[in-house]
């Protein structure tokens, strides 16, 4: 069985600028995440996705930041404009209801904002 | 609100020692717990859970936890660390579909 896929793997980019990441989660599981880990924090979530519906997105920056997923597949969390607090490692995640919401997480992508 | 707490950012054992991770959890009910571990430069990998089954949790590479709660905590043990589990321990709580991390705690295991 194929993992949770995320990619790039590292982004540099500098303050003011634009930025995008790929999520690919398990087949078949309704539930995608978003988290924010900050640099020895615990992961923080951004958005949650049930199906191509959000379930929750209270703490993401809406001003900043953005997030789909369409066909209920397939995710895309974007960034615009940068920050330097942003610098961060994003990570996806999926879930199934039927497993008990156990996540299964990406790799993981690395922005350093500069 | 849900929330997690993990006593203690980091933790240092000898190797061969018992390690003992602590975390408690504040829910009106009892949520679904979790544990995972992460190594450097990769994503979080599930240890072990509880789902309301039995209270002690039995997972991968030789870890268990017990849900007591009283005491509303689900603490993560081995009996003997290796150097191999050296990494990061995040435990979390999953609720109505909603999903809490701690702060993790930085296991470093001594020859």
Known sequence: EAGVAQSPRYKIIEKRQSVAFWCNPISGHATLYWYQQILGQGPKLLIQFQNNGVVDDSQLPKDRFSAERLKGVDSTLKIQPAKLEDSAVYLCASSSRLLSYEQYFGPGTRLTVT | ?111
């Open chain 2, 1 to 111: 609100a849900q929330s997690v707490t993990q006593l203690g950012s980091h933790v240092s054992v000898s190797e061969g020692a018992l390690v003992l991770l602590r975390c408690n959890y504040s829910s009106s009910v009892p949520p679904y717990l979790f544990w995972y571990v992460q190594y450097p430069n990769q994503g979080l990998q599930l240890l072990l859970k509880y789902t309301s089954a039995a209270t002690l949790v039995k997972g991968i590479n030789g870890f268990e936890a017990e849900f007591k709660k009283s005491e509303t905590s689900f603490h993560l043990t081995k009996p003997s660390a290796h150097m191999s589990d050296a990494a990061e321990y995040f435990c979390a709580m999953t609720r109505a579909g909603k999903s809490t991390f701690g702060d993790g705690t930085t296991l470093t295991v001594k020859p």
